[in-house]
Structures are given as C-alpha cells and as structure tokens.
C-alpha cells in the first residue's frame, strides 16, 4: 500500500485551515464599531480565527484521512504499528502551540493596555456613576458643577473618554454594550470601574448581561417595546445642550419641590 | 412486614421520614424552650427535615447496619459477603458493596438524571424556539436553566465518571474491589439524596440564580435556593468520598508488576481527578454551607448588608468550580485513549506525555478560576496572571489531542460505534479547546462574556466534550458489563444524529453571542428568531437521538450477541476476564508483566492471570 507522507498533508490541513478560517472572518457578526477599543479586540478575534481555522483544519483532515485510509477492512485481524512515540515530534507538537498562547498572551496585553484609559477619563473625560437596580439603570453625570442623578438616560459626547463607575442597589448586573465591546458587573457594595471612548454618534444598545431575577430578560433594549433607554451618542456641543436642559429641568425640579415642602409646612 | 425492617429501599419509606418527623420534633422544642419566635419557622423547620431526612434514607438502605453492628457489640463475620454482588435484579436497588453493581447503579441512576436536565432543556428551548414568551413564564424559565444545570454537572457528569471508574478501575488493576466497599456504597445512594433535594426545590418554586447560585440573588430567592446549597454538599460529599476510594484504591491496590507507568491511561485520568476532587471540592461545600447559613441561620458571610462581600463567594466557588471543569473531563480524557488503542490496534503515541498532561492539567487546574470572573469587578491586576494560566492549560490538552492522533495514525481503524465516539469527540472538543483559548484573552472576553458565546463554549466543551466520551465509554465497556454486544447499526444511527445534530444546536450560539444575545435570558431581539429557531429543532433532533441509546442498552441486554470476554481484542485487565466479571473479579491476583497498550508486537501480553491462587506456603511455627 502506498505510504502517506506527512508533511504534505499537514501542509495541506494548513491550507484548508486557512479556508475554513477566512469563512468564519467573513460569516462573523459582530456589532458595529462604536468605541475606539473596538477595532482592536475584533483583530484581536481575527487573529484567534486565524489560527484556530489552520489547527482545526489540522486535525480535521488527518482525522479524515486516517480514518480512509487506515480503515480495518471486514475481517482484517491486522495490528497497528508498535510504535510507542517519536520525541522529537512531541516536542513540536508541544512548542507550536506554545507559540500561539505566547503569541495570544501578547496581543491580549497589548490590547488591554491601550484600552486602559482610565487614567486619561479622570481628568479629560465624562465621569459616570451607573447604578443598577431591578429592573434598570440610573445615571449620575459626576463630573457637572451641579449634581445631576437618578437619570433615566445616558446620553454621552462622541470621541470623549468616559469612565463608569457601577454600583448596585440589590443584586449583580452586568453592563453591556455590545457595540463598545465593553462589560462589566455592577456588584452591590463596591464600585467596579471600566471606560470606553464612544467613537460613533449614533444610539446603542444596553444589555444586562448577568442574570439578576424575574426582570433580566426585560433589562435588554434590544428587546422590541423595551421602556430601557439605549444609549444616545451625541456631538459635543448636543451634549452640551442635553446637560443644560437637564441642569434646568432639575433646578426647577428642586424649586418646586422646595416650594412643596414650604406649603406643606406652612398648612 | 421482613421487608420493611431488612435495609432496602421499603425500609428507606419509613427511615427517612421518622428521621425527619424527629428532627422537626427536636427543633419545635428546643425553639420553643429558648423563646425564638415563631416557633414554627417553615424554612428552618424544612432544612432540618431534609438533613435529618438525608441521613434517614442512608440509615434506611444499611449504609450504616455493618457499623452499627459493630457499635453495639454484635457479632460480624469478616468473610460475610451477602451484600457483595448482584444475584438478581434485585440487588441492584439495594445496598451494595459490588464496585462492579455500584458502577451499574450509578451509570443506570446519573443517565436518568441526564434525561431529566435533558427533558428541562428541551423545554426552555421550545421558549426560545420563537421571540416572545409563549411557553413558560420569567420565573420558571430562570428555574428550568438552573435545574438544567445543575443536575447535569452535579448528579450526570460528575458522578456519571465516577460511576465508569468504579466499574473500570478495580479490574483495570487487578484488584477484588475499591478499598473501601461501604463508604463506596454509601457515596451512590449519597446521590439520589442529593437528587432529590435538588429536584423536590421544584416544590418552592426552584432555585433560580443559574447553577452558580450567586448571592445577593440567592439571598432573595424563594426556599428552593436552600435546597440547591444542600442539594449541593450532598452531591459534593458523594464526590470526594468516591475519590478518596479511588486514591486508596490506585495507590495500595494495584497488582503486582503494576508500576506507575504500567497504569492504562484512565487509571492516571482517574489518579488525577481524585487528587482534583479531594483538593477542590470542600472549596464549593464551604462556599454552599456559608451562603447557606446567611440564608438560613443569618449569619453574613456575603450579604452586603451585614459587611459581607459577594465577590468572595465568586471566588471560592470558582476555585472549585473551574477544577470541576477538568474532574468532568480528565477521566473522559482516559476513556478517549483506552477506546483508540483499543480500536486502532495501536498503543498510545506518547504515553509518558499523556500521562503527565493529565497531572499538568490538574494542577495547572487550580491556577485559572478567576478567568470566570474577568467582568466581576476583581481586582483589576489579578486578570493578567490568570490568563496566561490559562493561556498555559491549553498546551497540555493539544498534547492529549495530538497523541490521539498519532496513535490513530498507522493503526488499523475499527469503526465500531465506539470509536466513532471518540474520532468525533477530538473533532468537537477542538472546537470547544480553541473557543477556549480566545476567552482566556481578557480583552475578547470582557466583550463577550455572560453572552450566547459562553454558552456555545462551555457546551463543546460539556456536550461535545464529556459527553462524547461518556457515550464512547458506555459502548466499549458495554460488552463487558453486560456481556452482550450492542447493535452496531442502531450505534452509527445513535453517533451521526447526536453528532450532526450537536454541531448544529451549538455551534450557531456563537455567531449569536457575538452579535450581542445575553446568555439565561427567556426572550430576545427579532434578528435571533431564525438562528434561535434552528438551535430549538436541533436540539430537539438531539434529545430525540438519546432515545435511539436507551433502546440499544435496554434491547441488546437481552437480545445482543453474546460477546464473550475479549470482544475488542484489549490487552488491559479488564478484558482478562469473563463478560460479565465473576463477582470477585480476579480468581487469583494477577501479574502485570508489561505495557498496557503493547498492541502490534508479537505474542505480547499486559498481565497474566493465574487459574487459581497458588497454594500458600504453610510457613511454619
């Protein structure tokens, strides 16, 4: 019978796996790009299919090709080979994929540093407190000379650095906008911190992404009758008129409850 | 009216409950004597009654009757083995100390189980199969994933191992049995108690956090999630007294000649699973019982509002939690590298490799829990060191892929249903590995954790993992417990339905969870109908194949071919003997004289048994 080299086929599985991996790139779904961290966590996803693709490929077709061609025929009373290892192959088999975790390691790295701009938001950016609650989300604007919370939206300047501050009045949420490709829980009795820098004006989608209860389904605004504001991106200076509007809103807001509570005192 | 006093399942009817109705008894008075108010408090009342019950059902099934003889001074005969193997149907439903009828209870008993959480996931999927809320409302929907998950890790595919081990192991080494035979019986009916724990929640509304039960949602939850915390321990202490068995077992009884190295692979993925379970699962007990007492006894542990903290509780469940991960697939790992030897004629490529991997893997094991957590709110530094851990653990396990491979290559490749098992297995446990590696990367993980794409992961992992291996395992030790052979025809049906329909109910959650759908959610957007659609029938395909399964054991038991002892040509112990075993499995102590898998080479043998046991040498005084 003729021998299989192995070379060529692993040359070939390398092949395959490049096609099957340029079909999982194209069929990919991912949410638009809306933060500046985006674009680099999806290479960073590009680059995993890139590789997975070519290992899959691998073994898929030497598990394919064994299987034809070392079948056992009807009857056949054959043995394999008495072949116990060949070191010098498990070294390889061994050093390659270290390669590739080094190589993910490293990419992870880098991907998380330039998105660390938390440091940056502190002095230049939107500073926001998010607090989640069964069923929802309330927003303070930290940063504003008067104190605007208990906000039903938020609503962000496009290309500004924001850092959120998330709480959580009862049980653990998650706070997720697919489209900044941005997570993190909201966890009661700490503050956990994450940042992101809106790149697109535009209005995205919020999910609560850790089961919280009865409501978890509801707390998704992707949700078709969703009552949850998504998140509104807007221009410099429509958020600036936003952030007046709200400062009046509240402003006489507090006067006519001040008012209340004078005529209440005085009846 | 024997019946009911002789420790069988009759006597467990009137145990158990006495157990419980004097528990309740004992609580109601000491409340009262010392003035809590309400002296009937239901939830204390219940707990009381289901621990005092628990103990009842294994007091009631003779878990204790040798040991209580021996308390008391009665008279016991070492050489009694009227609870030793299985002479009828019978005796499978009662206290056994058999490994091999234990091996049997727990397969027959955590495979049920598998079609109950099974039974729970076609029913949330048919929720899900169109947008909008048809089937079940909000609170059963989280109720129904909860139980789906927890009884398929807790009593299907954590025990289901332990259960192939028991059958497997003594013989493998050449030993008469575990080394404790009633602590081994007493870890099997350890789980129909937890079972029914879990399950009876159902009672209370269920528990409803997911199978992770985190608090501060488990604080608000109804009755059921102290039945989960319970359901739990039971499940978790059946579990490390089994792997106690285990270590003691492999360590002091294998036959002579047997060195380390002589071990078949699933001896060393059984090693190593003990030593996991033994380490890491008092971490999840510990976790249950603290979030047990803030539930029940008010203490504060994690409720924030007593300056409990509710990350710790993510923590110590996920250092027990990530290790569970490997102790459901270590010993699918050894049962993978036992079929393709078997079946390729070919021994292991690389053995020393595959048997160090699985050591690596266990104690690379306890290095990675925090990357379940890269979104909790942990320490912001602590996700570095974690994920090259568990960039790392990745390398060991494309070892075990690759020698797999490699002994496949060159061998000669019978395609028993078996064997398609395991070939298929390498095909989708690739899929989960390499999904795997991507989220151990916090950036990509961050961005999608908590979504569809979690769960298509851990599901190649479970399903096309474990799972695979598990059916791999029943086939090919199905001739030698049962003594039949299975129907190969019905097994190929079973093997391509289950694997096409897998593929197909899995591997679209990925593209949905990138796309943005959160995982345990009972609705979602209008662009996920149709995909969510397609999963919903092809799970339905699978559950439907499970049943082509059940029909083969169940028929081919009585009606297969008789398989003889060594249908598969396997070298290893195992297949030394008749099929089924004889009760004491060996008729003298083997000895092992070489390799375990020394396939292809002329006239080589593994062990000899004896016919008899040599005559002792009188020694004189």
């Not at chain 1, 990919?28 to 674009?39: H, K, M, N, Y």
């Not at chain 1, 850790?210 to 410099?236: A, D, E, F, Q, W």
Request: aromatic share 14%; hydrophobic share 50%; net charge neutral.
């Amino acid at each position: 019978m003729k021998t299989i080299k192995v070379l060529p086929l692993a040359i070939m599985g390398v092949v395959v796996g490049i096609v099957i991996s340029v079909l999982l790139v194209i069929t990919r779904t991912l949410p638009v790009q809306a933060s500046a961290e985006s674009s680099d966590i999806d290479n960073l996803y590009i680059f995993f299919l890139g590789f997975s693709g070519i290992i899959f490929g691998i073994v898929v077709l030497f598990l394919l090709v064994s299987v034809y061609r070392f079948r056992a025929r009807p009857n056949d009373e054959r043995e394999g080979d008495n072949l116990h290892g060949i070191t010098w192959l498990e070294v390889v088999w061994t050093v390659i994929p270290f390669v590739i975790v080094v190589l993910c390691a490293i990419g992870g790295l880098m991907v998380l540093r330039s998105g660390d701009v938390e440091a940056q938001a502190r002095t230049s950016g939107q500073q926001i407190h998010v607090l989640g609650y069964q069923f929802g989300w309330k927003y303070g604007y930290l940063n504003q000379d008067i104190n605007l919370k208990d906000q039903q939206t938020l609503v962000l300047p496009v290309n500004e650095p924001v850092i959120f501050e998330l709480e959580s009045q009862d049980v653990i949420h998650s706070f997720w906008v697919p489209a900044w490709r941005m997570q993190m829980n909201a966890t009661p009795g700490q503050v956990n911190k994450v940042s992101t820098t809106p790149t697109k004006i535009g209005t995205y989608d919020i999910v609560c992404a850790y089961l919280c209860g009865v409501g978890h389904t509801g707390m998704n605004t992707s949700l078709p009758g969703s009552i949850i504001p998504k998140v509104r991106v807007v221009s410099k200076s429509d958020f600036d008129a936003w952030i007046t509007q709200q400062k009046a809103e509240a402003a006489k807001a507090a006067e006519s409850a001040t008012a209340q509570t004078t005529t209440g005192s005085a009846g | 009216m024997t019946a009911v006093l002789k420790p069988t399942l009759a006597r467990c009817l009137w145990v158990a409950p006495a157990f419980a109705a004097l528990a309740i008894l004992i609580t109601i008075a000491a409340r009262s004597l010392v003035g809590m108010t309400p002296v009937l408090q239901e939830s204390t009342l219940l707990t009381v009654a289901y621990i005092a019950g628990g103990i009842g059902f294994i007091v009631g099934i003779g878990g204790f009757d040798y040991w209580f003889t021996w308390m008391r001074g009665g008279e016991l005969d070492p050489n009694d083995h009227s609870q030793h193997g299985a002479h009828s149907w019978g005796d499978y439903f009662k206290f056994n100390t058999d490994h091999k009828v234990i091996g049997i209870q727990y397969i027959v008993f955590t495979f049920i189980m598998f079609l109950v959480g099974g039974m729970f996931a076609e029913i949330f999927r048919s929720e899900l199969a169109n947008p909008g809320q048809q089937v079940v409302t909000n609170q059963q929907y989280n109720g129904l994933i909860s139980q789906h998950g927890v009884i398929m890790i807790f009593v299907f595919m954590v025990p289901v191992f332990a259960g192939i081990g028991n059958y497997v192991i003594p013989l493998m080494i050449g030993a008469a049995d575990m080394a404790f035979p009633r602590l081994n019986a007493v870890s099997f009916w350890l789980l129909p108690v937890a079972a029914f724990t879990l399950l009876s929640s159902f009672m209370f509304g269920s528990f409803d956090g997911g199978w992770t039960g985190y608090p501060t949602l488990s604080e608000q939850s109804g009755y059921g999630m102290t039945l989960y915390q319970l359901g739990v321990q039971l499940a978790g202490a059946s579990s490390i007294a089994t792997a106690v068995n285990f270590l003691v077992t492999i360590i002091a009884m294998r036959a002579p000649g047997m060195t380390l190295f002589r071990m078949p692979l699933l001896v060393w993925a059984n090693l190593a699973t003990s030593a996991l379970v033994v380490a890491a699962t008092p971490f999840i007990a510990g976790a249950q019982f603290m979030a047990m007492f803030d539930r029940e006894m008010g203490t504060h542990f994690f409720t924030v509002a007593g300056n409990g903290d509710t990350l710790v509780y993510q923590h110590i469940f996920w250092f027990y939690s990530h290790p569970a991960v490997y102790i459901m697939i270590l010993p699918g790992f050894g049962i993978i590298s036992e079929v393709i030897a078997t079946h390729a004629r070919k021994p292991v490529f690389g053995y020393r490799a595959v048997a160090f991997s699985s050591a690596g893997i266990a104690i690379l094991g306890f290095a990675v829990w925090a990357h379940h957590m890269f979104a909790s709110g942990m320490e912001p530094w602590l996700r570095v060191p974690i994920m090259l851990s568990t960039l790392l653990i990745a390398i060991p396990t494309g070892i075990k892929i690759f020698s797999w491979l490699g002994t496949m290559w060159g061998g000669v490749l019978r395609m028993t249903t078996a064997n398609l098992f395991a070939i298929g297995f390498i095909f989708t446990f690739v899929i989960g590995g390499l999904s795997g590696v991507m989220l151990a990367v916090v950036p990509f993980d961050v961005s999608i954790t908590n979504s569809y794409f979690i769960v298509a992961h851990f599901h190649y992992v479970l399903f096309g993992g474990s799972i695979m291996t598990i059916y791999a395992g029943f086939y090919h030790w199905y001739p030698k417990v049962t003594g039949r052979m299975y129907n190969e025809v019905l097994g190929r049906w079973h093997f391509w339905i289950t694997f096409v329909a897998m593929n197909l109910t899995f591997f679209p959650m990925h593209y949905q969870g990138l796309e943005g759908m959160p995982r345990r959610v009972a609705d979602y957007a209008p662009q996920f109908a149709w995909s969510n659609m397609l999963i919903s029938i092809s799970a339905f395909v699978l559950g439907a194949s499970t049943l082509i399964f059940v029909y083969n054991m169940i028929h081919s038991a009585r009606h297969g071919k008789k398989a003889g002892a060594n249908p598969w040509g396997g070298l290893t112990l195992e297949w030394m003997l008749s099929s089924p075993p004889p009760i004491f499995n060996f008729p003298a102590t083997p000895r092992v004289i070489g390799g375990p898998y020394r396939y292809g080479e002329e006239g080589a043998k593994h062990a000899i048994v004896p016919e008899v046991e040599p005559a002792t040498v009188e020694t004189t005084v």
